[in-house]
């Protein structure tokens, strides 16, 4: 990308993030009925580490609008910012998340970058056992319709990652993205880090029994959610040998060192 196209994108963002900022300013004085949440919380916020239940989980927010919640995603995925059924979303952008002014926000983004407002916000994650997740992640890039019907999907050079076998995947993937659990709240990708700002969140839950954590999440917010499953990978005849799956539990070691912090502070 030349000089001048990255100009033009940096410029459309720009133009985006102020239409989003006057939209935000303005829905935040309208009637929110739907936007009522239990003791001291003004809003949550969901650090998304991908294939985790994230997905699932925020097109369950977006249902309490009344409306499809992929529609309410591509209205996001061109604004955002959008106020549908009368709450407010935020979707990717640093800028309006701190900001604070919605109802439910979600993004990607590492929790140095993505700072929603300390006082107010009820704000958690979703953590996986690191090996089930980077073969789903695997297996998500290989599938060429996990994104069907969907605004956000994986951009074609991640797809390349996952071209060939889970031992070429594991060459190829950047290790951002491969200790993603790490790199979202450390952006050394240090142990210590990471675990001292998950112990910041107001709730950590785990994939494994999401259900309890749905359940924790309604009992402090009062917000009932009813998740379902989201882009569920479909990619079929794929073989990941004993070898390759060795080969990740070592290289994902930091994450198993996190996990294992945290569940001995809980």
Same mark, same amino acid.
């Given at each position: $990308?030349?000089?001048? *196209? ?29 936007? $009522? ?69 979600? *993004? ?41 019907? $969907? ?36 952006? *050394? ?78």
């Amino acid at each position: $990308m030349n000089q001048d *196209s990255n100009d033009a994108v940096l410029l459309r963002s720009r133009i985006r993030t102020s239409a989003a900022e006057v939209l935000s300013r303005t829905a935040q004085w309208a009637p929110r009925s739907k936007e $009522m949440l239990s003791g001291e919380y003004e809003r949550i916020y969901l650090y998304h580490v991908r294939k985790t239940a994230g997905t699932s989980i925020s097109m369950a927010f977006f249902a309490l609008s009344g409306r499809d919640p992929r529609k309410v995603e591509r209205k996001l995925y061109l604004f955002s910012f959008v106020r549908s059924g009368g709450i407010r979303y935020v979707e990717h952008n640093a800028q309006l998340i701190r900001g604070g002014r919605y109802f439910f926000g979600v *993004s990607h983004l590492p929790c140095y970058e993505a700072r929603p407002p300390e006082r107010g916000t009820f704000a958690f994650t979703v953590l996986r056992d690191p090996l089930s997740r980077v073969v789903s992640l695997y297996k998500y890039l290989r599938s060429s319709d996990a994104d069907a019907g $969907m605004a956000f999907g994986a951009p074609e050079a991640e797809r390349a990652w996952a071209r060939g076998t889970f031992g070429q995947f594991l060459d190829r993937v950047p290790k951002e993205n491969l200790l993603g659990q790490l790199f979202t709240f450390s952006s *050394s990708g240090t142990v210590a880090e990471a675990v001292e700002e998950i112990g910041k969140l107001t709730l950590v839950m785990r994939t494994e029994s999401l259900a309890d954590g749905i359940e924790a999440l309604s009992a402090a917010t009062g917000v009932r959610l009813e998740v379902g499953h989201e882009r569920a990978s479909t990619s079929r005849g794929v073989a990941i040998t004993e070898s390759e799956l060795d080969r990740a539990r070592g290289l994902l070691v930091p994450e198993y060192d996190v996990l294992a912090q945290l569940d001995g502070n809980a």
